[in-house]
């Protein structure tokens, strides 16, 4: 079976991919979101995630938390939907890459694929980028038709779901979406 260091936004997200990984990978999570703020928001997604992934005997590696790396990413464009994310992106996938060549593994993806809030070929080319350099297959799928059973089961299992992507940034444009 083929190992894959998937990087893993939250518990919902993995719900929604793990309905096409289980049968052919292995999959260690790696849980690195410093752009989730506030501090109590991240240890409930962390929380979450293991209470969907550790259900299903799959690994997690936790990154470190330092919010300040990805302020220092996404410095000057704090405001500037897109642009800001993708900056975000790149934070996260490359210390996925990173880590993933570290500890051996050849493939590596990220669950921001199932959701169609994020910007699906702006990812892509991300992840591809990374992959060459690093070395790595980046493990690309449209899972965006998984969202909603992903959602599903999170509600059904009483599984926290989030109303924002992870920044102070997107909690605010939230807000003005939901209120």
């Given at each position: 079976m083929a190992r894959m260091f998937l990087h893993t936004c939250c518990g919902p997200c993995f719900f929604?991919?793990?309905a096409d990984l289980r049968h052919n990978f292995e999959v260690t999570n790696f849980f690195y979101n410093p752009n989730i703020q506030p501090k109590t928001e991240?240890?409930?997604r962390l929380e979450n995630l293991k209470k969907v992934a550790l259900g299903r005997s799959q690994k997690i590696i936790e990154g470190s938390y330092?919010?300040?790396?990805h302020q220092k990413a996404i410095l000057g464009l704090e405001t500037n939907f897109p642009k800001r994310c993708l900056?975000?992106?790149?934070l996260r996938?490359?210390?996925?890459?990173?880590?993933?060549q570290k500890l051996g593994y050849e493939l590596f993806s990220t669950t921001l694929l199932v959701s169609p809030y994020q910007q699906h070929e702006q990812l892509k080319q991300i992840g591809q980028k990374l992959g060459q350099a690093y070395n790595l297959e980046f493990y690309y799928r449209d899972w965006r038709p998984l969202?909603?059973?992903?959602?599903?089961?999170?509600?059904?299992?009483?599984?926290?779901?989030?109303?924002?992507?992870g920044c102070q940034w997107s909690e605010i444009e939230a807000r003005k979406t939901f209120h």
């Open positions: 929604g991919v793990w991240y240890d409930k330092d919010d300040r790396k900056k975000c992106y790149e996938l490359t210390e996925t890459a990173k880590m993933a969202f909603r059973s992903g959602q599903q089961s999170a509600k059904d299992q009483n599984i926290y779901r989030q109303r924002y992507c």
